[in-house]
């Protein structure tokens, strides 16, 4: 286990954990031996903020959905799960799903999944409070395998063109957040990366006072 922990966001009293768990239920009710969800954040130091990747569970997994929701007592929780059945059929579509946990007594928090994202790729969540907006993503992996494009009803170009427009679309969102004035927090899971990070396409700048943080978990 390497949880990336990205602590002092923007205020030195937030931290934040981020980590590819690979499987949430094996930590909701875990095996003898193996810890909880609530004894791995708790022995982190219970940060204000908790962001999960890859939780492999799926809408209709409703006994799981609400041990997810309940796995960590004084948290609001708020995901976004897998639901496409047209190009997810590893593991019976359980795959991918994100999940980002935030301390009630921190500040209330707003969660939102996007119109477009039927992988339970991203789950923005704002804090309204503190004006700050947590953008936790579980990136594509550009493959060549065939795309099922739900809009057009049929199949239309590979995974490597679905990863850039979903690449555009996160982009597209974190600007409209800027825009609004939000501190924003990108919390992203890498399987490959290419070239060199940049935020000058969501702030206009690359000076690091006005950039969002960015926590970066890499394969």
């Known amino acids: ?79 976004a799960l897998c639901d496409d059945p047209r190009n997810v059929t590893y593991r019976g579509g359980r795959a991918y799903g994100v999940v980002t946990y935030v301390k009630r007594r921190f500040a209330p928090s707003r969660g939102r999944t996007l119109p477009w994202d039927r992988e339970g790729r991203v789950v923005v969540v704002e804090v309204g409070k503190k004006k700050l907006a947590i953008v936790n993503v579980y990136a594509v992996n550009g493959t060549a395998k065939p795309y099922y494009d739900h809009e057009l009803g049929r199949m239309h170009g590979d995974r490597h063109a679905f990863k850039r427009r979903v690449n ?19 919390c992203v899971w890498l399987v490959y990366i290419g070239g060199q990070l940049s935020w000058r396409g969501i702030t206009g700048s690359g000076d690091s006072k006005t950039a969002p943080a960015v926590v970066l978990n890499k394969k």
């Open 168 to 186: 555009r679309l996160i982009m597209q969102e974190a600007q409209a957040l800027a825009a609004r004035k939000m501190r924003l927090v990108l």
């Open 1 to 79: 286990m390497s949880p990336a922990v990205r602590a002092s966001a923007y205020d030195p009293g937030v931290r934040l954990f981020s980590w590819n768990i690979e499987n949430l239920p094996r930590f909701l009710a875990p095996p003898a031996g193996t810890p909880s969800l609530r004894q791995i954040v708790d022995a982190w130091g219970a940060p204000e903020i908790v962001c999960l990747q890859e939780t492999r569970i799926r809408p209709r997994d409703s006994e799981l959905v609400r041990a997810m929701e309940r796995a960590l007592p004084g948290y609001a929780c708020h995901y």
